[in-house]
């Protein structure tokens, strides 16, 4: 979860685990959704991942609810260089981390001990979201969405 205050701050807070069914995601990502109502649902799309946005749209029909707007991203870059586009927000404190909330620990630990750590699906996240956040506020969808 990304969250952008009026002025500008990012507030992110993660969920999730390294070894969750697709489907336990999925579900968890629409409570997400139901919760926040965001003005985006990134899903990456790369190879077999695919397959998650149609997954995750026929759980909302099932369900019967109203879709948040999915947004798909193929990444082309490399993992590495994509995370240390996150360097300069946490660096200049524009970017804080949830206080309290175990994905938040996963997600700061993750972060700390990149590119060196076991793990780092949560920074990677954190960057699509943010990039996909950086496309809407500049193009103007959340502005509309809001008014």
Request: aromatic share 8%.
């Amino acid at each position: 979860v990304l969250v952008r205050d009026t002025y500008g701050n990012l507030y992110a807070d993660g969920s999730g685990s390294q070894r969750w069914p697709v489907e336990e995601a999925v579900d968890v990502g629409l409570e997400l959704a139901r919760l926040w109502q965001p003005d985006g649902f990134v899903i990456e799309v790369n190879q077999f991942q695919s397959l998650v946005k149609a997954m995750f749209l026929r759980r909302v029909k099932e369900l019967g609810l109203v879709p948040p707007p999915v947004y798909t991203v193929d990444n082309r870059v490399k993992k590495t260089v994509r995370i240390r586009r996150l360097g300069s927000y946490l660096e200049n404190k524009t970017l804080r981390l949830q206080g309290g909330s175990s994905g938040a620990r996963i997600l700061g630990e993750q972060l700390m001990t990149f590119p060196n750590g076991d793990h780092d699906d949560f920074p990677d996240s954190l960057e699509m979201g943010l990039r996909t956040m950086i496309r809407l506020v500049n193009t103007g969808v959340t502005a509309r969405r809001r008014s």
